[in-house]
């Protein structure tokens, strides 16, 4: 489609105002983390690394980010092992009810937040902590909440790719004499591996920085990272340090994204 001189200068306009109102925020924030003032400042009166020490030596946000780690890692494993299965029965299969099986699992990533963390919170306080469960608000109810959304990821992936790949290379590698375990080895896995990569990193990302959901299903001192980073905003004295973390957690947010778009464009699928 062939545009006019003026039609071109306005979408790159647009284009520069949309970009900017997304990462300019961003850019403050990565400047002022080098802010030699304890207080926001624009533009910053000096620049200077000893924030970023300060934060390497602080204990709680170390706790903080190994417990995102954790946390993350635990409803990435969930996400791909329930998301695909899911996405298998669903693409591969055919059964009564299972477009609203489906809906039922996209369901999660739809709804606000704030709707899922006080449904969660619901059943862990008033159903799963009983004498018969035992189930205490902490770092398994957090994990699990996590898991919730991230199953979406994971499923909307793989269930794409699944769609897009021929089940026609499945039938003929057991009409072969494969065993199920190595069809799906040999066969299935290499068409969904990448879908499955980017569905892990984008649900790893997704659990790491999660706020709403956390905050009304953890107890006790538990505190993944951006918890700490809401609990320390208004703390005058941690405000550099908190703006060094919010840097971080932008500038390892930036590597699952590029894996995920770079994984889920895979040449190596296309030829297939």
């Known amino acids: 489609m062939l545009l006019s001189r003026w039609s071109r200068i306005g979408l790159r306009v647009f284009l520069a105002l949309v970009l900017s109102f997304l990462y300019v925020p961003l850019l403050v924030v990565l400047t002022n983390s080098f802010n030699v003032s304890k207080v926001f400042t624009w533009p910053p009166r000096g620049l200077t690394l000893h924030w970023w020490t300060e934060t390497v030596e602080n204990s709680g946000a170390r706790s903080a980010f190994f417990e995102s780690l954790r946390v993350a890692t635990v409803a990435t494993i969930v996400a791909l092992l329930l998301g695909t299965m899911i996405a298998f029965a669903v693409s591969r299969y055919t059964w009564f009810g299972r477009e609203s099986i489906s809906l039922l699992f996209v369901l999660p990533i739809a709804l606000p937040g704030i709707v899922t963390g006080v449904a969660l919170q619901n059943a862990f306080v008033n159903v799963l902590s009983t004498d018969n469960f035992r189930i205490s608000l902490g770092f398994w109810t957090v994990a699990i909440g996590h898991a919730t959304f991230c199953i979406v990821i994971v499923f909307n992936n793989v269930a794409a790719r699944l769609r897009r790949s021929s089940a026609n290379f499945e039938e003929a590698s057991m009409d072969l004499g494969a065993s199920t375990f190595q069809t799906f080895r040999l066969v299935t896995f290499p068409q969904i591996r990448s879908a499955l990569l980017a569905g892990g990193v984008l649900a790893f990302g997704l659990s790491f920085d999660e706020i709403i959901v956390t905050q009304l299903v953890t107890g006790g001192d538990f505190q993944t ?14 405000a550099p340090v908190v703006n060094v973390v919010a840097a971080l ?3 390892l947010s930036i590597l699952p994204v590029y894996v995920a778009q770079r994984l889920s464009d895979d040449p190596a699928h296309t030829r297939t």
């Open 249 to 251: 957690v932008i500038l």
């Open 225 to 238: 990272l951006p918890i700490w980073i809401f609990n320390n905003l208004a703390r005058p004295n941690q």
